[in-house]
């Protein structure tokens, strides 16, 4: 994400997804999870018996970190909805309750996730130059003095 937005490496990282206009992964992974198995729900796919009565613990299955059917069991009891739409909606609507509780100075020029930063259309150069200001870290001289290679007085 910081090549896609020209951001520089100490940029905090939750500045850069408003950025790019990519969601989280993890609200991402969420979304894709929601969607499949709702998809699953429909008695010909091939997870439906997966989904309905999960495997045994004694079954010979190589362990998982993340299982599919548990965490997409929790998230069919905690969606209210049942259709894949329903799914990336609700994502959405995470994304934009976690980006209206950080506490960063972007959110003056982003209010809201789901409209693209003003200047994206922009060369990218345009683009580049505009998303550094707004992140508070770039190549000028404030920034320098903060690392303490640079004074801060005018010469």
Known sequence: MQIVTGCLRPTPADNLPILAGIKPAELRRKGATLSLAHR????GHL?????ICPPSANARRLKARHPFVT???QLIISSDN???RAAHWETDQ???AEWLDNPTRLRIFIADTNTHP???????????RLNRPRTGVGRF?????KKGMASVGFT
Do not use: D, F, K
Not at 40 to 43: I, L, R
């Open 141 to 145: 001289r404030s920034c320098s003095h």
């Open 94 to 96: 995470r994304w934009n």
């Open 71 to 73: 965490a997409a069991q």
């Open 40 to 43: 699953a729900m429909e008695p």
């Open 47 to 51: 997870l439906h018996s997966a989904l």
């Open 118 to 128: 003003l200047g994206m259309s922009l060369p990218r150069t345009a683009w580049v």
């Open 82 to 84: 049942n259709n894949i």
